[in-house]
C-alpha cells in the first residue's frame, strides 16, 4: 500500500518561498492525481492544490492562485508544491493525499485517500 510523506515545512518570513514535497513510498503513487490541501487551527481543511496523472493539469484554490505551483516528478515518485509570496494566513499544516473517487470533485477531502502525516509551515509577519 503506498504511503505518502510530506517534508519542507519550516518557518518563514512574510514574503517568503519554500517548496513542500510529497513523497510516496511503498509502492508507486496510485490513483488519478494528489493534491495538497491545508489545515489551520480552529479550521476545515481547505484544499490548496492538485495535479492529475494524464495529461498534467492542475487546479489551485483561489487563496493561492498565482503564488503556489504545482508539479510532479514521475522518476522520483514525487509531487512538489512550490510556495511564493507567503502570507502569515498561509500558515498551516499541509497535507498531500492520492485522489481516487472522481465522484468528488479534486477540492473536496472525500475523493482522497492515502494522506500523508502533515508538515508545518509557519509565516511571521
Known amino acids: 500500500q503506498v504511503q505518502l510523506v510530506e517534508s519542507g515545512g519550516g518557518l518563514v518570513q512574510a514574503g517568503g518561498s519554500l517548496r513542500l514535497s510529497c513523497a510516496a513510498s511503498?509502492?508507486?503513487?496510485?490513483?488519478?492525481?494528489v493534491g495538497w490541501f491545508r489545515q489551520a487551527p480552529g479550521k476545515e481543511r481547505e484544499f490548496v492544490a492538485f495535479?492529475?496523472?494524464?495529461?498534467?493539469?492542475?487546479n489551485y484554490g483561489d487563496s493561492v492562485k498565482g503564488r503556489f505551483t504545482i508539479s510532479r516528478d514521475n522518476a522520483k515518485d514525487t509531487v512538489y508544491l512550490q510556495m511564493n509570496s507567503l502570507k502569515p494566513e498561509d500558515t498551516a499544516v499541509y497535507y498531500c493525499?492520492?485522489?481516487?473517487?472522481?465522484?468528488?470533485?479534486?477540492?473536496?477531502?472525500?475523493?482522497?485517500?492515502?494522506w500523508g502525516q502533515g508538515t508545518q509551515v509557519t509565516v511571521s509577519s
Open positions: 493525499a492520492v485522489w481516487r473517487y472522481p465522484i468528488y470533485a479534486v477540492t473536496h477531502t472525500n475523493g482522497y485517500d492515502h
Open positions: 495535479v492529475r496523472w494524464s495529461g498534467g493539469s492542475t
Open positions: 511503498g509502492r508507486t503513487f496510485s490513483g488519478l492525481g
